[in-house]
């Protein structure tokens, strides 16, 4: 509690638990009663097994054998007031989001769902925030290494209809 008391001190809207959460579900319930769910989210690394998908720490390595879908929806009803969804199947491939995860897991909860992982163009990122009904989309490597600006995605996402917010002129 003190390492997020003092990163929320130091000027961040919000911190992001993924293995502390999994190791003490319980700190997820005190952090939102004692800092308010809007900056607590809870970051889900999950991996598909067969039919469903698992959750993973240790920067994914080391799978917990916790449903990903029954985990988001247990840490929202303890508190987190977003989920960061990373798919560790298609993260780094650039061939898009996993929209099933994605969309699996914001319609079983009733938080903002941030999509991370696979993102290759912009016509990916608009699929996962559709398809995927994800409220948000993370991306690396994309802007990393200079493929597409800012500019260029909210462009595309605006031509789809999709809002985005434009600088103040």
Same mark, same amino acid.
């Given at each position: 509690?003190?390492?997020?008391? /003092?990163?929320?001190?130091?000027?961040?809207?919000?911190?992001?638990?993924?293995?502390?959460?999994?190791?003490?579900?319980?700190?997820?319930?005190?952090?939102?009663?004692?800092?308010?769910?809007?900056?607590?989210?809870?970051?889900?690394?999950? $991996?598909?097994?067969?039919?469903?998908?698992?959750?993973?720490?240790?920067? /994914? $390595?080391?799978?917990?054998?916790?449903?990903?879908?029954?985990?988001?929806?247990?840490?929202?009803? $303890?508190?987190?007031?977003?989920?960061?969804?990373?798919?560790?199947?298609?993260?780094?491939?650039?061939?898009?989001?996993?929209?099933?995860?994605?969309?699996?897991?914001?319609? $079983?909860?009733?938080?903002?769902?941030?999509?991370? /992982?696979?993102? /290759?163009?912009?016509?990916?990122?608009?699929?996962?925030?559709?398809?995927?009904?994800?409220?948000?989309?993370?991306?690396?490597?994309?802007?990393?290494?200079?493929?597409?600006?800012?500019?260029?995605?909210?462009?595309?996402?605006?031509?789809?209809?999709?809002?985005?917010?434009?600088?103040?002129?």
């Amino acid at each position: 509690m003190d390492t997020i008391k /003092g990163i929320l001190r130091a000027g961040a809207d919000k911190v992001s638990l993924n293995s502390a959460a999994v190791r003490q579900p319980e700190l997820v319930n005190q952090a939102s009663q004692r800092f308010g769910r809007q900056c607590i989210v809870v970051a889900i690394d999950a $991996r598909r097994v067969g039919d469903s998908w698992t959750v993973w720490v240790r920067g /994914g $390595r080391q799978d917990t054998g916790k449903d990903a879908i029954a985990w988001a929806v247990e840490v929202v009803e $303890r508190g987190a007031g977003e989920l960061l969804v990373t798919s560790m199947d298609t993260d780094g491939t650039k061939a898009g989001y996993d929209l099933h995860l994605t969309q699996t897991i914001a319609q $079983r909860v009733s938080v903002p769902v941030i999509a991370s /992982g696979g993102a /290759g163009t912009c016509e990916h990122i608009g699929d996962v925030l559709t398809q995927g009904q994800a409220a948000a989309a993370l991306l690396a490597s994309l802007l990393h290494y200079g493929e597409v600006t800012v500019s260029q995605i909210k462009h595309h996402l605006s031509n789809r209809g999709i809002p985005v917010r434009h600088p103040p002129a």
